[in-house]
């Protein structure tokens, strides 16, 4: 089973909201990802965890926040989006990070609305 | 600058026929290579994973791949109009956690 899951399948918040992601695997990965996907566009990653920490952050606003409670759980919290936030929220975790064969398996996503 | 190149399409192609998606990347110390399908508004999926040169077939699908030529292809036999899609080509390097992505190619398979 390569069954990633994400919740909720859809978000509209405000500017001033704070709200959360969650995503949640149970295939013993160790490598979590948050990707965010434009229409049109290939997936752009934001953040990864690697064994719980946090490993590579790609300059991502820190109106982002992740958090990794544990190895099966990911969480992308938002507080204070702009509109130009508005985007597809991709999950995705592999066995590891640092293997040869890190096939990432993505959940069906988020679909982000900032108004 | 790490750089993975695709045609955009549209590519069309006549249902039962063969579907060739072709990838080139930039950087020669690649060595893991993947296909996404894409739905309109869905996830990606990973359909196949290739790491050695040569091909790799998984029921109607084939990746081939080139390091000296630093390419790598998809090839969908007997295409069927649910192979429609957006497949996107995605690059790694041993040990490190990031993939590159390529900008995707339009399928289109016409009835």
């Known amino acids: 089973d390569t069954e990633v899951t994400q919740t909720p399948k859809h978000l509209v918040m405000g500017m001033t909201n704070k709200k959360s992601l969650k995503c949640e695997q149970h295939m013993g990965h160790r490598a979590m990802y948050w990707y965010k996907q434009k229409a049109k566009k290939p997936p752009e990653l934001m953040f990864v965890?690697?064994?719980?920490?946090?490993?590579i952050n790609e300059s991502v606003p820190s109106r982002f926040s992740p958090e990794c409670p544990n190895s099966s759980l990911l969480n992308l919290h938002l507080h204070a989006l702009q509109p130009e936030d508005s985007a597809l929220y991709l999950c995705?975790?592999?066995?590891?990070?640092?293997?040869?064969?890190?096939?990432?398996?993505f959940g069906p996503g988020t679909r982000l609305t900032v108004t | 600058q790490k750089e993975v190149e695709q045609n955009s399409g549209p590519l069309s192609v006549p249902e039962g026929a063969i579907a060739s998606l072709n990838c080139t990347y930039s950087?020669?110390?690649?060595?893991?290579f993947f296909w996404y399908r894409q739905y309109s508004g869905k996830s990606p999926e990973l359909i196949m994973s290739i790491y050695s040169n040569g091909d790799k077939e998984d029921g109607r699908f084939t990746a081939q791949l080139n390091k000296a030529s630093q390419y790598v292809s998809l090839l969908i036999r007997d295409s069927q109009p649910s192979d429609s899609a957006t497949y996107l080509c995605a690059v790694g390097n041993f040990g490190n956690e990031k993939l590159t992505f390529g900008t995707g190619t339009r399928l289109t398979i016409i009835p």
């Open positions: 950087d020669r110390g690649s060595q893991s």
């Open positions: 995705a975790s592999s066995l590891t990070s640092g293997s040869p064969s890190y096939e990432q398996y």
């Open positions: 965890y690697s064994y719980e920490k946090l490993s």
